[in-house]
């Protein structure tokens, strides 16, 4: 009985050795890609987009300057953009008597961002939310976009003509108040403009143009329905000292 008692505990002290040196195998676990950003177009067609099934993800360029998308984009109202931050601002400057106003004759109001994709300048409707837009009021001026908006009151206006504006702001910040000055510059390319926003946080540069003339570029549409996708981030890097 002792012997037989000997060898069980030699058998365990073995198996317990076994499995402290054997190593452990790592599980091979595939990687979880999310659902919306799975399947995202990278060639971009151009196409009517009554070819195609919009019930479902669409990213093509569209080229009919009158569908649906061009229609959305050009009377696209600042009212209507449901942004609780932008409806603070808006509320708050309307009723603030002490803001400087200005004349801005016939200079437009509403200005859409344009980009470029190979070398042509083009629109870009977002699977979520809007590109940044830019609405110029006489004494403010809002600036919507698809991850922040914000607002600054106009101080003065520097300049104003057919070839541009520049205006001083006061801009509201969570450290306090700070001057920023905002420029829209014509540039040598019909209806394209170059935006300018320079403050003590650093300069911001975009080109854009006033929305009512979006019908005169091709728009690239990221049409997603079922959920989101992945943002198209195939255009070309804009060298603005050009």
């Known amino acids: ?109 509403l200005w859409t961002t344009i980009r470029k994709l190979n070398g042509e300048f083009i629109l870009y409707q977002r699977c979520d939310g809007i590109d940044k837009r830019i609405e110029i009021t006489n004494n403010a001026i809002y600036f919507y976009g698809p991850l922040e908006s914000h607002a600054d009151a106009i101080n003065q206006i520097i300049k104003l003509s057919d070839e541009g504006i520049k205006i001083e702001l006061k801009a509201k910040r969570e450290n306090g108040e700070i001057n920023a000055m905002f420029s829209i510059t014509n540039t040598e390319h019909e209806n394209i403009y170059y935006l300018q926003y320079d403050s003590e946080n650093g300069l911001f540069q975009e080109l854009i143009i006033p929305t009512n003339k979006a019908s005169e570029f091709d728009l690239i549409v990221n049409n997603c329905v079922q959920m989101k996708r992945t943002e198209f981030n195939g255009f070309d890097k804009i060298d603005y000292n050009e």
């Open 1 to 109: 009985m002792r012997k037989i008692i000997y060898i069980v505990i030699i058998f365990g002290i073995l198996a317990s050795c076994k499995q402290k040196t054997e190593p452990q195998q790592s599980e091979n676990k595939p990687t979880e890609i999310p659902a919306w950003k799975i399947d995202l177009d990278t060639i971009v067609e151009r196409n009517n987009p009554q070819s195609l099934d919009l019930s479902k993800h669409q990213l093509f360029i569209d080229t009919t300057r009158n569908s649906e998308f061009y229609t959305k984009l050009i009377s696209w109202e600042p009212q209507n953009e449901k942004n609780d931050v932008m409806y603070f601002y808006r509320n708050t400057l309307s009723k603030n008597k002490t803001l400087n106003e200005i004349d801005l004759q016939n200079f437009p109001t």
